[in-house]
């Protein structure tokens, strides 16, 4: 709150203070329909019984509890929470770390008398949690391990979703499922409804978190809980497994509640400042466990981080604008798009840079001698107005490494923006890099496109560009299936192994057709919020949306019609786009 009063005044602040209320109280509502049709009923819990008996992969699974003073009605609801699971295949290992509260023992020991799957242990001394993490995961035998906090709950479901998805990927390293924030007096709130594995997304913020079930042999190897990330344990221990693995899968239902109360992070991010500064280290080794040169920083929002990498080799990035040299009114003044996009790139901090801009023949004179002045080269097309195609004719051009292009109605907001893209562009898991893109009325004009039933759409299109988006989604780095061809880096190298973008896209798609292609290929394409432009949006050429262009992306990718087939996108937020806050 304190970043918007600081950048947008308390007149503003106040009123999105109040609207975010307001749709807080309007999601609550959604969030409540959407947990009565998704409840687990009796009747589901016995069909749940009868496919358990079919399942050929029923692997014992042990929970991992460290417990340290939790008042006893939350203890009490963690360890019900794990014996009223529909999957019995499971043992609970608990580490107490020397509490002191008088009830935290006698709880231990009557639940153990009744159950002996529950395992417990107590640590002579305090260690912290993961320390006490490791005790219990001494006790383990499973081979799978579950994570648990002692004040949160599982959803009865939670190891019978788990265990489905083992059977149907069996060489699962690692599963993570949505998750709910639940308050002292059962209101659920906050659902986190996640995209399958986004590496990208882990470097800003731990997204993994609950619920998570390990292989054991894989925290083993990678050493276990490590003390000096206490607060950010999970979420090192987490990017410590994805470099060994990419066997990674996302649930994607929610099968845990995080308990809010005064003294957790889920209730009040000041509550464990430290972990913050964990989790900046974890990110910061994990950049050199994957041999990335960067400093990672803290931003404005907890828990929230930004990697700078470094530029290797200083490359040349070639520029490409298409242009018909319009003019247009911006901020209350009559300006040449294409002169002032470029007068707004000769401010960048990166300057191995080239510029080529392709025409229909449509520039002036003075515009010529203006480009020729700036040491801008103009490559002419003689036909009719066609993106795809005009893109290509500059790429051919060019002489970069790596690509930018830029369409001629922008302009830079972020001085250091080459650097944020080149960054991630110069990895070679990378495919396209995005940056987030603004109006002159400060909304969002493109901040990542998803694929709905087929459909390419910018996500919080028209939204105000303030606040932190749905979990982090406006300050983060984000894998999306596309970004904008408005402003998108690519290697050549990857430009070249697509073929470029396909000119039977002249005008709509081709940018997202490109991505994909991308995609298929095997990279990650990336949206980057921390490198911002202003996007005067289509003024230089009209909308001229085309039905027969959707109809066409369409049928080249059917495979992208479902939903649920945009892995970046959770198909709950499609059914109840209310909970995208």
């Known amino acids: 709150m304190l970043t918007i009063i600081k950048e947008h005044g308390p007149k503003y602040a106040l009123q999105f203070l109040w609207g975010k209320l307001k749709k807080r109280l309007n999601n609550a509502r959604y969030y409540k329909n959407y947990l009565k049709q998704t409840a687990f009923t009796e009747a589901q819990i016995e069909e749940a019984k009868l496919e358990i008996r079919k399942l050929s992969i029923q692997p014992l699974i042990s929970i991992l509890m460290p417990v340290y003073n939790v008042d006893e009605k939350w203890l009490v609801k963690a360890i019900d929470s794990v014996r009223n699971q529909v999957y019995q295949n499971w043992e609970l290992c608990i580490a107490d770390d020397a509490s002191n509260k008088p009830h ?16 417990i242990t107590y640590r002579e001394q305090s260690g912290n949690i993961s320390a006490a993490s490791n005790t219990a995961l001494s006790l383990a035998q499973g081979e799978y391990v579950g994570l648990l906090d002692h004040d949160d709950e599982l959803t009865p479901n939670a190891l019978f979703e788990v265990v489905k998805w083992i059977n149907y990927y069996p060489d699962a390293d690692l599963l993570y499922s949505d998750e709910d924030k639940i308050d002292e007096n059962n209101n659920h709130f906050d659902a986190w409804f996640k995209p399958n594995w986004s590496p990208e997304y882990l470097y800003s913020h731990m997204y993994v978190c609950h619920f998570s079930v390990y292989r054991k042999s894989l925290i083993i190897e990678v050493g276990g809980f490590r003390s000096e990330f206490d607060g950010a344990q999970d979420y090192d221990l987490c ?292 490198v911002v432009l202003y996007h005067y949006e289509s003024i230089s050429r009209g909308k001229g949306f085309k039905p027969e262009e959707l109809l066409k992306f369409r049928n080249k990718w059917k495979q992208y019609e479902p939903a649920i087939s945009d892995p970046y996108y959770h198909q709950t937020l499609v059914a109840y786009p209310h909970l995208l806050r």
């Not at 023992?105 to 002996?116: G, R």
């Open 104 to 119: 935290i023992k006698p709880v231990l020991e009557k639940y153990a008398s009744m159950d002996s799957r529950i395992k």
């Open 239 to 530: 990017l410590r497994v994805a470099t060994k693995t990419n066997a990674i899968y996302h649930i994607p239902k929610i099968l845990y509640h995080w308990r809010t109360i005064a003294t957790s992070t889920a209730a009040n991010p000041l509550a464990k400042t430290y972990a913050y500064e964990a989790g900046r280290k974890a990110v910061e080794e994990h950049l050199k466990r994957l041999q990335l040169v960067g400093k990672v920083s803290n931003t404005s929002y907890y828990g929230v981080y930004e990697t700078t990498f470094t530029i290797e080799a200083n490359p040349l990035v070639s520029i490409i604008i298409p242009s018909a040299g319009k003019r247009a009114m911006i901020k209350g003044k009559e300006i040449c798009l294409l002169m002032n996009c470029i007068d707004s790139i000769k401010k960048s901090s990166y300057h191995n840079i080239e510029i080529i801009v392709v025409d229909g023949n449509d520039l002036n004179a003075d515009i010529i001698a203006f480009c020729e002045s700036n040491k801008v080269r103009v490559v002419h097309v003689n036909a009719p107005f066609n993106f795809s195609e005009r893109m290509n004719k500059g790429v051919s051009e060019s002489k970069g490494d790596y690509l930018l292009l830029l369409n001629d109605d922008t302009e830079i907001a972020s001085n250091n923006w080459i650097e944020g893209l080149l960054g991630f562009a110069q990895q070679q898991a990378i495919g396209a890099v995005g940056a987030k893109l603004i109006t002159e009325q400060d909304r969002i004009q493109h901040a990542g496109i998803i694929c709905i039933d087929g459909a390419p759409g910018h996500i919080y299109y028209n939204q105000p560009n303030i606040g932190q988006g749905y979990f982090n989604a406006l300050c983060s780095y984000k894998n999306y299936l596309a970004v904008t061809g408005a402003c998108l880096m690519i290697s050549r190298t990857k430009w070249n192994e697509v073929k470029g973008m396909d000119e039977s896209f002249p005008v709509n798609y081709n940018d997202v057709d490109f991505c994909l292609k991308l995609h298929q290929q095997g990279y990650r394409n990336v949206f980057n919020a921390h």
